[in-house]
């Protein structure tokens, strides 16, 4: 019943958290002089020429002054023929304060204190990107302890539109479309429980390990799939969502100056909420979403793949990193091995972090909740985000991931695993080994015995005499536990190819 009722708290996010309005902003009339993803306190991306965008009168001059520590420009700009502007600054050396002032014609001026130079990351997903930190463990003290003011934190405005959106809305209260520095009441205002718990958390791992400036951009919304997030340029080459969109574009009622449209529908998100991010110069992207995909689990290898590619396209500054939370353990477990829709996204995820470019995966299947899919630790989900990227896009030596499948080969009656990604070894933490399936040609599962001998596990089944295939953590909420030396849980997999329960399901 518990399980059944979080279900029902991702649906009514979506609507007690809904904007009372999505007004298009499509013209000029309302557009200011510097777009309002820029402000005071925010981070600029350190060792890029970082641009900086708006409008003002057509064929008009603006001029764009940075100054701080060691640093001063001065550029002039000219509006195109329809009133927009854009240049670059920098690169700015790291650390700051910096103060950005931008005037145009007619007396018009926006001034910018406080700037800092760092890494700027966008924190995107649905319900458990969005769930506050003082929602999860511990919050009292973790909001207590949140004192770090060279971490920026923008939370970007819950917003809806049929048609992508030149600008964000002016500053919302509660802290939305504002950039703030980190301290305990920033962190715990607005909000579902305030700022994001995952996005705070992989913030403060990296800031503590960098010592470098942080700017946290969280643009998320609970209850919303994939292809919501995705622009329409992408989603037109996606066959099963023709339909989708066509009734997005041509709905009498979706139109700008109407009231938000359903955050589930396609482009829609992406329209509100990514695109008057864009070109904001950022380090890379962090992805917590699928629970709202799971029925179309094997469909989302698509989604996840073009969602990947149409926002490098969007912003034009090559494969940045995007690293994507596998989704938790969640629901009831069964006693015996069965299909799972779950596992299937899971593997979807997983496929994508594989074979798309730059692209990571943390696994996170031992610290979710049987009874609520919006699991309390968010701090071991920002912490494994971290570790991932001061590995793979910092270049630090630490371990990032836990074990991984590499190959089979069946012995006689026994099957063995070989994994990668063993540091320090393999580890059945709690005791005996649990979580892997074994079948013969018959494609029945039965649970295995399970062994470590090395960096392998060699499995054997008396109801299997002549096994040809494996999985491991396949099911909504697995009883597995298997981990390498550093503490890092072995990601879910399956070594058969037998049609999955989700491949038709559009």
């Keep these: 019943m518990k399980a059944t009722l979080s279900l029902l708290v991702v649906l009514l996010l979506c609507f007690a958290l809904r904007p009372v309005s999505a007004q298009s902003n499509a013209g000029n009339a309302d557009l200011p002089l510097v777009s309002r993803i820029f402000s005071s306190n925010m981070v600029l991306q350190r060792e890029r020429r970082d641009p900086i965008w708006g409008w003002t009168t057509p064929n008009a ?9 060691y640093f001063q420009e001065h550029l002039v700009v000219t509006a195109d023929d329809k009133g927009a502007w854009q240049t670059r600054i920098g690169p700015l050396p790291v650390g700051g304060p910096y103060q950005i002032t931008v005037t145009g014609p007619d007396n018009q001026k926006e001034q910018f204190d406080n700037v800092l130079s760092g890494d700027v990351w966008l924190c995107s997903g649905q319900s458990n990107m969005q769930f506050g930190i003082a929602n999860g463990l511990n919050a009292q003290q ?3 302890n949140a004192n770090y003011p060279q971490i920026r934190l923008f939370s970007a405005q819950l917003y809806s539109v049929p048609t992508p959106m030149a600008c964000l809305n002016p500053p919302q209260p509660n802290l939305v479309n504002q950039w703030v520095e980190c301290n305990p009441q920033n962190v715990a205002t607005g909000g579902w429980g ?46 099963d969502l023709q339909d989708a969109l066509r009734k997005v574009e041509n709905d009498p009622n979706a139109k700008p100056n109407s009231f938000g449209i359903m955050p589930s529908a396609p482009t829609v ?4 909420m990514i695109a008057p991010l864009v070109p904001y110069a950022i380090r890379g992207v ?4 699928g629970e709202s995909n799971v029925g179309r689990a094997y469909q989302y290898r698509t989604l996840l793949a073009a969602l990947i590619r149409d926002w490098r396209s969007a912003w034009n500054e090559g494969n940045f990193p995007f690293l994507i ?15 799972s829709a779950w596992a ?65 080969k069946v012995e006689g009656h026994t099957v063995r695993i070989f994994f990668d990604h063993t540091d320090g070894g393999l580890v059945a933490k709690g005791g005996k080994l649990t979580g892997f399936a074994i079948a013969g040609s018959d494609k029945q599962w039965h649970w295995a015995d399970a062994q470590i001998d090395g960096n392998s596990v060699v499995l054997s089944s008396p109801d299997v005499p002549n096994p040809v295939a494996v999985r491991y953590a396949w099911a909504d909420n697995p009883e597995c536990n298997l981990y390498n030396g550093a503490g890092l849980p072995a990601f879910p997999f399956r070594t058969d190819d037998w049609t999955e329960i989700t491949r038709n399901n559009h």
């Excluded at 919303?224 to 066959?239: G, H, K, L």
């Excluded at 962090?286 to 979403?289: G, N, R």
């Excluded at 696994?363 to 309390?376: E, M, Q, R, S, V």
Aim: with cysteine.
């Design 61 to 69: 001059n603006v001029t764009v002054s940075v100054t701080g520590p």
């Design 142 to 144: 973790e909001i207590a």
């Design 194 to 239: 305030g700022f994001s718990a995952v996005a705070y958390f992989f913030g403060r791992a990296l800031y503590q390990a960098l010592g470098v400036p942080i700017g946290l951009i969280h643009s998320s919304w609970g209850g919303t799939p994939a292809e919501a997030w995705i622009s329409a340029r992408s989603i037109s080459q996606i066959a």
């Design 269 to 272: 998100l992406y329209n509100g």
């Design 286 to 289: 962090i992805w917590y979403q």
């Design 325 to 339: 939370v596998q989704l938790p353990n969640f629901g009831p477990q069964k006693p015996d091995p069965t299909e």
């Design 344 to 408: 299937e996204l899971r593997e979807s995820q997983y496929i994508v972090a594989s074979t798309v470019p730059n692209t990571g995966i943390v696994c996170t299947i031992d610290i979710g909740d049987a009874n609520d899919i919006h699991p309390k630790d968010k701090q071991d989900v920002g912490k494994r985000l971290a570790l991932y990227a001061l590995a793979k896009v910092y270049g630090q030596k630490v371990t990032y991931s836990g074990p991984t499948f590499r190959s089979m």
